[in-house]
């Protein structure tokens, strides 16, 4: 589609597994206390920022061989996905994990 290669979509595929797996159901679930949101938050937020940035970066030499900018990508992808995390971990902690203790 878009004559797009299957290398370039990727990086996607695989930060999208690795940020499930390891940054929803093991980071952001069991950080911090349940009733302590922001410092799931901030925990996973931050995880997220940086595993972005590392398989961006780590794989991006691999596949995008001679781009020079390739850091300035990985950094600026981290930061825009590190900040919409933090909206999106607000959404999943209201709607949709429920394991919050009884009043």
Not at 60 to 66: N, P
Not at 76 to 97: K, M, P, Q, T
């Amino acid at each position: 589609m878009f004559n797009a290669e299957f290398s370039d979509t990727f990086i996607s595929i695989v930060l999208t597994v690795l940020e499930y797996v390891l940054g929803y159901l093991l980071i952001f679930r069991n950080a911090g206390d349940d009733d302590d949101y922001t410092k799931r938050n901030i925990i996973g937020a931050l995880f997220d920022a940086v595993l972005t940035l590392a398989v961006i970066y780590l794989m991006g030499r691999d596949i995008f061989v001679g781009e020079n900018d390739l850091i300035n990508a990985a950094i600026l992808s981290a930061v825009v996905v590190g900040i919409g995390e933090w909206f999106f971990h607000r959404y999943l902690d209201n709607n949709v994990f429920d394991e919050k203790p009884d009043p």
